[in-house]
């Protein structure tokens, strides 16, 4: 063999040789993207069906709250039925009817209070206190309102109030002072239990909202999650890793249609991890 058939030989090897590593290398890429899509795939649907779980969940919750409202409702006009038809002239007298009240209504999770017009209440376990927001009172209020704060005899613990302006005050000889409103009292720990997602265990935060996002309520095991006022307005911060886009988030809520993200949250020690945030609308009062 000559040298000149010897080198054709040798280069058309060299061809084929390349020829194989552009097929393998062909065939890696295409394995990747295959690859790329496929976890892409199998994420999405991971995220669909952790989302259907904790919006059932959510759902769950929005309708005990809504059991929770409505029934809270029943006991304050019941309470102001009783008092209306009941000769109380005295502190003594109040307290003896509404500690009445409040072992028919379910005593051990909620209070009774009649609120006077100089912000003092007087609670069905027989205590005094002043009562922490003197500006709902007002007779240019709303009759019926809503608020969670804290009872000072009740070492600060958080009680959600369902408050309504009695249509004739009460007034009370001993005392000198007219009682004013009505308000049930539901202790926020007894209906933490009853609204907490028992199988995410310490990983599950639960946020009250009235209609303008502004926060009612928060229960969480941990500070620094979520700590603002406008709770919405915080997920314009997080990198949003599955569902809609921010603004379509809201746009669902407003709508009252239950929706899930999946978002990146930053810890205070720099470390990131993914979450879950669903809501569910409370019918009763648009929250």
């Known amino acids: ?20 590593y552009f097929v393998i290398a062909a065939v890696t890429v295409i394995l990747a993207v295959v690859s790329e899509r496929y976890f892409t795939f199998l994420d ?5 069906e952790r989302s259907k779980h904790i919006v059932e969940f959510t759902d769950k ?5 809504d059991s929770v409202i409505e029934y ?24 003896d009817a509404m500690a009445s009240m409040s072992e028919i209504m379910d005593g051990e999770d909620s209070l009774v209070l009649a609120i006077d017009e100089d912000s003092d209440y007087y609670s069905s376990d027989r ?7 003197p500006e709902l009172l007002s007779g240019e209020m709303e009759r019926m309102q809503q608020v969670v704060t804290e009872l000072p005899h009740k070492d600060g613990r958080s009680f959600f109030i369902f408050m309504e302006r009695m249509q004739t005050p009460l007034v009370l000889g001993d005392h000198g002072s007219a009682v004013t409103h009505l308000a049930v009292a539901v202790d926020m720990e007894a209906m933490r239990e009853k609204i907490t997602v028992k199988g995410f265990e310490d990983q599950c935060y639960t946020y009250l909202l009235n209609e303008s996002g502004k926060r009612l309520y928060k229960y969480t095991y941990a500070d620094n999650f979520i700590e603002v006022d406008d709770v919405l307005s915080a997920f314009k ?5 599955h569902g809609a886009t921010y603004e379509n988030f809201i746009k669902d809520i ?10 990146e949250f930053t810890g205070q020690d720099g470390a990131k991890h993914n979450w879950f ?11």
């Open 254 to 263: 407003e709508a009252g249609r239950e929706t899930a993200l999946e978002f």
């Open 277 to 287: 945030v669903a809501n569910a609308s409370v019918t009763s009062e648009n929250w």
């Open 44 to 48: 999405a649907q991971l995220f669909k």
């Open 72 to 95: 809270s409702w029943r006991k304050v006009f019941t309470c102001e039925y009783i008092l209306k038809n009941s000769e109380i002239s005295s502190a003594d007298e109040l307290f």
């Open 1 to 20: 063999m000559n040298m000149e058939n010897r080198r054709f030989i040798q280069r058309d090897g060299s061809l084929r040789n390349l020829g194989i």
């Open 127 to 133: 205590n005094f206190g002043h009562f922490m927001h």
């Open 237 to 241: 911060d997080y990198t949003i890793k």
């Open 61 to 65: 919750a929005s309708e005990i709250v």
